[in-house]
């Protein structure tokens, strides 16, 4: 079937308009990859970086010189996957039971788990909690405060609710228990759902830095966030005491400046967890749009 000239124009503003959206995307890592690999004399210039013409690993061989840097992946590793895995399997485990008609009070508890949104204890009293549990300088201490969130739980019963409740009862007809259904019938078929939260997680955890600031104080557990920007404020104390424009030159002769490095730590962290996001897309798209209209 011909296309009419309107909708030829139609696709060819939907594309421009597609290509222009990505570009806003893309140009952002292009240009802190650029900063990133350039040496001090490009680095240090005010402008758009699109491309250099003396490459340099300097920036990245400053901030893998601390031999810390393996560990704080490790930790930071630990504390997404425990993190990620515990929020979903308890936030989904609470959910499901606040899906169901028949249990009693269910409107007062999700009053209670909404009012939770709007209204938090505060920092001191938080801090205070984790400490009378003895979780300080301890990994409980960057996974157990966070572990369910309110907005999580919503998503997550909304999406249960939508699931045909002929299915459970069958289930219950063949003799299989609550567990059973949950674990067997209900997950598999709520994994869009799961792999929406999966991903919101994912990205907090390894995001999250401040209360690895305030909760670990003795200098063991160091997660990659807190190495880093220990790191940058380092190249940036080193670029404000020198008198070269910005640019240090170390004892190892390596040549950077403060920006080459804060671009250098930003594609450190955040490529990995771009990496993972491929293969989430398509039960992310497909939960956020269920999880979010039923009610």
């Excluded at 490790?74 to 936030?91: E, F, K, Q």
């Excluded at 200098?219 to 404000?240: T, Y």
Aim: positive net charge.
């Amino acid at each position: 079937m011909k296309k009419s000239a309107g909708v030829r124009i139609f696709d060819l503003m939907n594309i421009l308009l597609m290509l222009f959206i990505c570009l806003t995307i893309v140009f952002p890592f292009v240009q802190q990859l650029v900063i990133s690999l350039s040496p001090p004399s490009e680095s240090s210039t005010v402008g758009i970086h699109l491309f250099t013409k003396n490459p340099t690993l300097d920036s990245f061989k400053q901030i893998f010189a601390s031999g810390s840097i393996v560990e704080a992946y490790s930790w930071t590793l630990l504390r997404t996957v425990m993190g990620t895995v515990l929020t979903v399997i308890v936030s989904a485990m609470l959910a499901y039971p606040l899906s169901k008609r028949y249990l009693l009070g269910r409107n007062v508890w999700m009053s209670l788990i909404v009012f939770t949104m709007f209204f938090g204890g505060g920092l001191i009293p938080t801090y205070l909690l984790v400490k009378e549990l003895h979780m300080l300088n301890t990994i409980w201490a960057l996974v157990l405060p966070g572990l369910c969130s309110a907005y999580n739980i919503v998503i997550i019963r909304n999406f249960f609710t939508s699931l045909p409740i002929e299915v459970e009862e069958s289930a219950y007809m063949d003799g299989a228990n609550d567990y059973t259904i949950f674990f067997r019938i209900v997950l598999p078929l709520s994994m869009p759902i799961m792999a929406t939260v999966t991903l919101w997680s994912l990205v907090g955890q390894w995001n999250a830095w401040f209360d690895a600031m305030i909760y670990i104080s003795n200098g063991k557990i160091k997660v990659l966030q807190i190495l880093l920007r220990d790191v940058l404020n380092n190249a940036q104390d080193a670029a404000l005491a020198n008198s070269r424009g910005g640019e240090v030159v170390d004892m190892s002769g390596q040549r950077y400046t403060a920006e080459s490095v804060k671009a250098a730590i930003l594609l450190v962290t955040t490529i990995p967890i771009v990496m993972v996001y491929p293969f989430l897309q398509k039960y992310f798209v497909k939960g956020i749009m269920i999880g979010a209209v039923k009610g």
